[in-house]
């Protein structure tokens, strides 16, 4: 089982961040699984900032629950950034949050190719009357557990920039 204990500062921060502003968030999270939730709810009074998560694995999934057009997907593959800005922007629609993050990525050990390969993971961040942002990053083959930490922290930030 993967340790978050220290990305328990990291959540609180941003729950206290989204509380003081009055603001609440969903989640689409793929590779992750649920971590970035599971670290929101480990954080007393999370209720008041975490309307929902959506652990959309597959492409199936990220379709059915989150609208992700099924021509991206065949086109461009579920870990993209035309993927995860769908999901970002589907999690955001498909919630009553006011911002919303969206992970998809290769976590390993299997999975990866030369063009995408293991610890490659797509995020986005969505919010009402904002631009969804978008970042790629290559956290290299640091075993599964070590790139779903990863993740979890980048989405952590990547939420916490979009509400500064």
């Known amino acids: 089982m993967t340790d978050l204990t220290q990305l328990r500062p990291q959540a609180e921060a941003l729950v206290l961040k989204l509380k003081s502003k009055g603001l609440t968030m969903a989640a ?11 670290l929101v709810t480990e954080i007393a009074g999370s209720s008041a900032v975490l309307d929902r998560g959506f652990v959309t694995y597959s ?13 991206v997907l065949a086109r461009v593959g579920a870990v ?6 769908a999901m970002a922007e589907g999690a955001l629609s498909h919630s009553r949050a006011d911002v919303a993050v969206a992970i998809t990525g290769i976590a390993g050990p299997g999975g990866g190719s030369a063009e995408k390969p293991v610890g490659l993971v797509h995020f986005a961040a969505a919010g009402k009357g904002k631009r969804t942002r978008h970042l790629a990053c290559q956290f290299g083959d640091q075993g599964r557990d070590g790139v779903r930490v990863l993740a979890a922290a980048t989405a952590l930030d990547i939420l916490s920039n979009l509400i500064d």
């Open 28 to 38: 689409a999270e793929s590779c992750t699984g649920g971590l970035v939730c599971a």
């Open 59 to 71: 492409n199936e999934a990220k379709m059915d629950m989150l609208g992700v057009p099924a021509e």
């Open 80 to 85: 993209s950034e035309e993927t995860a800005r």
